[in-house]
């Protein structure tokens, strides 16, 4: 048997770095349906999982495997799920169920171009606002996007680590080509990797309230069989999990949910700035777009324009302050995204007229030449 950590230097893909990442968060159960271009996740899981006694099981479509985890996750275990664009849109009645029900899991998504079937096996980044708002009604979760197969490994432990801590769905946004490029990852020793493990309850079990938050907001989780009360609905419900069919109940529940994100921003939202420091032209890009950006900057600099780049590596929740802070200071925004603009109106939204934002998109199918931002650039400052 395989360690459970295969440490050391790798030639391997982002979706293979995804999974090896959820082995190495402590993932044991993996439920999915095969898609493009997510399959390597899904295959690499089979074969590793037994390696740490784990399980996989390929279930009939994308809402059983979204269901799948949800359940295993109340058993104790850390749970995870990959698909793409359909199979996406088939989970997201699901993801909701994990929102409401405060489920800790992670789902990657490998995007690629939509809508429909599009192209199965071409780039795309047209999920990005059906991560935030694709199941009904208002809610918070996390999403990340990884730029890279090393990031990818460290991204996936990371959504492990902000599941079980805020008790929340949370989504790796790749894309085909950092999903299938192959690159170096590093896979370090176990005992370097920071794991945060779900807070069990304590106390009399008789008094126990399933969604009774604590300091940070988050509500500690039992598993069933502990001995504890566990109800776990779908409906509005109160502390306790029972059913709470009244305007009071939802106004409490939806401030427990929201409010778990919304106060606790500064742990969760990432980022990374390049030659930001006097930047007056500010490229905003996540996923591999993130690498036509580097090379703009750089050009543009070398063209006289005082460019910089912003990544975001979490794009939900959406840092708005530091974009408004941004803003306050700059010539204008580039958001630079394999879709038609969906990032962008946020960003658009957050500059709020302080300045100008502008979007070198594309519809999906390749990744965008930095030559089209440089143009932009001209064009514009």
Same mark, same amino acid.
């Given at each position: 048997m395989?360690?459970?950590?295969l440490?050391?230097?790798?030639?391997i893909n982002?979706d293979?770095a995804c999974?090896?990442?959820?082995?190495?968060?402590g993932?044991?159960?993996?439920?999915a349906?095969p898609?493009t271009?997510?399959?390597?996740?899904?295959?690499?899981?089979?074969?590793?999982?037994?390696?740490?006694?784990?399980?996989f099981?390929?279930?009939?479509?994308e809402i059983?495997?979204m269901?799948?985890?949800i359940?295993?996750?109340?058993?104790?275990v850390?749970t995870?799920t990959?698909?793409?664009?359909p199979?996406?849109?088939?989970?997201?009645?699901n993801l909701?169920?994990?929102v409401?029900?405060?489920?800790?899991?992670v789902?990657i998504?490998?995007?690629?171009t939509?809508p429909s079937?599009?192209?199965?096996?071409m780039?795309g980044?047209?999920d990005m606002?059906?991560?935030?708002w694709?199941?009904?009604?208002?809610?918070?979760?996390i999403a990340l996007?990884?730029?890279?197969?090393?990031d990818c490994?460290?991204?996936? &432990? $990371?959504a492990?680590?902000?599941s079980?801590?805020?008790?929340?769905p949370?989504l790796?946004?790749?894309? *085909? !080509? #950092?999903?299938?490029?192959?690159e170096?990852?590093?896979?370090p020793e176990?005992d370097?990797?920071?794991?945060?493990e779900?807070?069990?309850p304590t106390?009399?079990?008789?008094?126990?309230?399933?969604?009774q938050?604590?300091p940070?907001?988050v509500?500690?989780?039992?598993?069933i069989?502990?001995g504890?009360n566990?109800?776990?609905?779908?409906?509005?419900h109160d502390?306790?999990?029972?059913?709470?069919?009244n305007v009071e109940?939802?106004?409490?529940?939806m401030a427990r949910?929201?409010?778990k &994100? $919304?106060?606790n921003l500064?742990?969760?939202?990432e980022?990374e700035?390049?030659?930001?420091e006097?930047a *007056? !032209? #500010?490229?905003?890009?996540?996923?591999?777009?993130?690498?036509?950006?580097?090379?703009?900057?750089d050009?543009?600099?070398?063209?006289g324009?005082?460019?910089?780049?912003?990544?975001?590596?979490?794009v939900w929740?959406f840092?708005?302050a530091?974009i408004?802070?941004i803003?306050?200071r700059?010539?204008?925004?580039?958001?630079?995204?394999i879709?038609?603009?969906?990032v962008?109106?946020e960003?658009?939204?957050?500059?709020g007229?302080?300045?100008a934002?502008?979007l070198?998109?594309d519809?999906g199918?390749k990744?965008?030449h930095p030559?089209?931002?440089?143009?932009?650039?001209?064009e514009?400052?």
């Amino acid at each position: 048997m395989r360690p459970a950590v295969l440490t050391g230097e790798h030639y391997i893909n982002g979706d293979v770095a995804c999974a090896e990442g959820a082995i190495a968060a402590g993932c044991r159960f993996f439920g999915a349906y095969p898609i493009t271009p997510a399959t390597e996740v899904a295959e690499h899981m089979a074969e590793r999982l037994p390696d740490v006694g784990g399980a996989f099981i390929q279930m009939e479509d994308e809402i059983a495997a979204m269901a799948s985890i949800i359940g295993a996750a109340w058993t104790g275990v850390k749970t995870m799920t990959s698909t793409s664009g359909p199979g996406f849109s088939l989970m997201m009645e699901n993801l909701g169920l994990a929102v409401i029900t405060e489920t800790p899991c992670v789902i990657i998504n490998v995007q690629r171009t939509g809508p429909s079937t599009g192209l199965p096996t071409m780039t795309g980044q047209g999920d990005m606002m059906q991560a935030r708002w694709g199941s009904h009604g208002d809610y918070e979760l996390i999403a990340l996007a990884p730029s890279s197969p090393q990031d990818c490994f460290y991204q996936t &432990i $990371r959504a492990f680590n902000l599941s079980e801590k805020y008790r929340v769905p949370v989504l790796i946004m790749a894309d *085909e !080509i #950092v999903g299938h490029m192959s690159e170096k990852v590093v896979i370090p020793e176990p005992d370097t990797i920071h794991l945060i493990e779900r807070l069990k309850p304590t106390g009399r079990k008789d008094r126990f309230k399933l969604y009774q938050a604590g300091p940070n907001g988050v509500a500690p989780m039992p598993s069933i069989g502990d001995g504890y009360n566990i109800h776990v609905t779908g409906l509005t419900h109160d502390e306790r999990g029972y059913p709470a069919m009244n305007v009071e109940a939802q106004h409490d529940m939806m401030a427990r949910l929201k409010g778990k &994100i $919304r106060n606790n921003l500064e742990d969760i939202i990432e980022t990374e700035n390049y030659r930001m420091e006097d930047a *007056e !032209i #500010v490229i905003v890009s996540y996923g591999i777009s993130v690498r036509t950006g580097l090379s703009a900057v750089d050009r543009a600099r070398e063209m006289g324009y005082k460019a910089g780049l912003l990544r975001l590596i979490t794009v939900w929740p959406f840092p708005e302050a530091m974009i408004r802070s941004i803003a306050s200071r700059v010539k204008g925004f580039i958001t630079v995204e394999i879709n038609l603009g969906q990032v962008h109106y946020e960003v658009e939204r957050c500059a709020g007229g302080q300045a100008a934002a502008y979007l070198v998109g594309d519809a999906g199918g390749k990744i965008i030449h930095p030559d089209k931002v440089i143009a932009r650039i001209q064009e514009k400052f």
